[in-house]
């Protein structure tokens, strides 16, 4: 019996190394994988299950011991990267009110270096925020054009609420740039911040 051994890696490496060793083994030869980790079993379940092969799980320890028998195909087109869902992002209440694009006193530029070092750090805090609210100038850090536009498509793709001025963005003239999150109005804006645990002003 083959043995992938997963253990100490983390998706999408597991389900890449599970399709491999699926391709170099016979039809109703049988697969033994461990992993370490109680996400990449389900993806990996998942993985398996949706190309109807059936899939036995046990735990020793740490470690989850799956077993599975090979039974048809998996599609070369097949991106075992997309069966990778990572574990949900712990919400913090609080949020950020973006009322600038440059961050603390002193000189612009500085100041765009910090907001772009802040804005990119955040998807990788454990407490993300709930809501981003951006205004005045803040909006020209949710355009289409702006230098933290992944990271902030990565926070709204995560469950993170991104509210962007509109009274801010027809001011500026911007609203056809806007690159992420959704238009909102000044009730929105100040029933969000109101029902806050924390507002944070960078």
Known sequence: MKTVDARGQLCPKP???VK??????????????????ETSVKNVTRFLEEHHMKVQ??????????????TGEIPATTMAEDYCEAPAPLKADYVIAFQKNTLGQ?????????????????PEMDKKPGTLVFLNTGIFLALK??????????LEKEGAK????????DYYQKKDELGVGIISNMYDILDELSRAGKVLYP
Request: aromatic residues 2%; hydrophobic residues 40%; glycine residues 8%.
């Open 20 to 37: 491999k060793a699926l391709g170099e083994i016979a039809e109703n030869e049988s697969l033994e994988i461990l992993i370490d980790n």
């Open 15 to 17: 389900l890449i190394m």
């Open 57 to 70: 799980t046990e735990k020793r320890g740490e470690t989850y011991r799956l077993l599975v028998s090979k």
């Open 106 to 122: 002193g000189v612009e530029e500085l100041g765009q270096l910090l907001i772009k070092g802040f804005i990119n750090t955040l």
């Open 162 to 169: 991104i509210l962007v001025c509109g009274t801010c963005l």
């Open 145 to 154: 054009q702006s230098p933290v536009l992944e990271s902030l498509k990565r």
